[in-house]
């Protein structure tokens, strides 16, 4: 059927195929925009991101590049960013090691890892750590695992181990010292533990 005020041979409901959207090194190669104008949009990009979260020079700058920007660009507004002290990834670092180890429990294994996935230094990485030693990460582990034991009372006793000492795990804690702090909330708990092997 051919509607009226339509090209014979035309198809109906075809879409226009847009030409894919230029990034802002592009934009700024061909001359559409000054150099000043993509400073000012990454500034607006990086504020943006920033008020949203706290993050690391390095995932702002692979923020900022999936945006389109150039380094020429990024690089030195975020040199910028750093000596007003809008980005500090010492200060990030610390706070993720407080809120991470305090409010979650892990362990530092756990959270150097974060760390290094967010693009942390690693000697940045290592001062922040420094807040937990090991008596913070032991406590840390207590109450985690008496929490753990808590939540599968009525269960197999294997059950309650091997639940509990893979979740401490997974937080970051070695297999030895899991192992130890759930057979300690096993016991406080009331369960049976005389048989259970001790920790290395």
């Known amino acids: 059927m051919q509607y009226r005020g339509q090209a014979p041979g035309s198809g109906v409901g075809k879409r226009r195929s847009r030409a894919p959207r230029k990034s802002v090194a592009e934009r700024l190669d061909d001359g559409e925009i000054t150099h000043e104008e993509a400073r000012d949009a990454a500034r607006e990009a990086l504020l943006r991101i920033l008020t949203a979260a706290q993050k690391s020079r390095h995932e702002l700058e692979q923020a900022l590049a999936r945006k389109g920007f150039p ?61 937990i030693d090991a008596d913070d990460e032991r406590v840390a582990g207590a109450r985690l695992a008496e929490k753990l034991v808590v939540k599968t009372r009525g269960k197999d006793r294997d059950v309650r181990v091997r639940r509990a000492v893979g979740s401490l795990a997974r937080k970051g804690y070695a297999p030895g010292m899991a192992f130890e702090l759930v057979r300690e909330a096993l016991a406080a708990d009331g369960e049976e533990t005389d048989d259970l092997p001790y920790a290395d």
Do not use: W
């Not at 200060?91 to 979650?104: C, D, F, Q, S």
């Open 71 to 131: 380094e020429s660009v990024v690089i030195p507004l975020l040199d910028r960013f750093d000596e007003v002290g809008l980005v500090d990834d010492a200060g990030y670092a610390g706070t993720i090691v407080r809120t991470r180890h305090g409010e979650r429990g892990l362990a530092r294994r756990a959270i150097s890892a974060e760390l290094r996935r967010r693009g942390i230094d690693e000697e940045t990485a290592t001062e922040a750590l420094d807040q």
